[in-house]
């Protein structure tokens, strides 16, 4: 999410046509959780392995909860070449689209070559607990063929943060608020699937980043799968 003069935006990318899940709908960045989501170097400062596991009701899990939220940042740089961080300084890092040395981290990762630990160690940026909220769980209903157990999470990107999209992944990224993107989908201009407009319902609620996550950080969050 990002503070903007239209008020609260949110970045949404539309997924490739060759997607073998949900092709050519307009998401959220995300994706899976990897097995170096797992390594200490990369978790979130104020943020424990215990307080992840309670928010996510995920105790004693393998990978841990954290690992959740650390997927979570990982694939939205991936996806968007902005990284919800924090340099040493205090100011946002670069965005890929606006520092060549950022896009060749952000290639090195996307290939394999180094883990997201090592990619904040490069870019000498932490991510803090603080700057993420949990506001969703959704799992695919039974009588899908391919299944997916997804957590949502909302997270503040300060300054303009100009997306970069993968083109082997996506075809476009906007940054909206939800108000826009319920309206285009309702002409038939936006096509998005459920839990993307019911997030874009929830958030539409909100006039900023700052108030979004305090309020989404009270709130508890139950399980939704339609049709189960």
Same mark, same amino acid.
């Given at each position: ?21 949900? $092709? ?26 215990? /307080?992840?596991?309670? &928010? ?36 946002? $890092? ?48 039974? &009588? ?46 936006? $096509? ?26 009270? /709130? ?9």
């Amino acid at each position: 999410m990002r503070d903007a003069s239209a008020g609260l935006e949110v970045l949404l990318l539309r997924r490739s046509r060759h997607s073998g899940f949900v $092709p050519e709908m307009y998401v959220f960045p995300g994706g899976r959780v990897d097995a170096s989501d797992a390594d200490p170097a990369a978790w979130l400062d104020d943020l424990t392995l215990h /307080e992840a596991a309670v &928010r996510l009701d995920l105790m004693d899990a393998a990978p841990p909860a954290i690992a959740y939220f650390v997927a979570g940042f990982r694939e939205a740089f991936e996806e968007t070449g902005i990284l919800l961080g924090s340099l040493v300084n205090g100011s946002p $890092p670069p965005t890929a689209a606006d520092d060549p040395a950022v896009d060749l981290v952000r290639a090195e990762l996307m290939d394999g070559r180094i883990g997201f630990a090592e990619a904040l160690a490069r870019m000498e940026c932490r991510i803090k607990g603080t700057a993420v909220e949990y506001i969703a769980h959704w799992i695919t209903p039974l &009588r899908q063929p391919r299944r997916f157990d997804t957590r949502f999470f909302a997270a503040r990107v300060e300054g303009s943060s100009t997306p970069i999209v993968d083109p082997r992944e996506m075809t476009d990224a906007r940054w909206v608020t939800p108000a826009q993107a319920l309206a285009a989908h309702a002409l038939g201009n936006l $096509p998005m699937i459920l839990p993307t407009v019911h997030t874009l319902e929830r958030l539409g609620a909100f006039g900023s980043a700052a108030e979004t996550l305090e309020a989404l950080a009270r /709130e508890t969050v139950v399980t939704i799968m339609p049709g189960g």
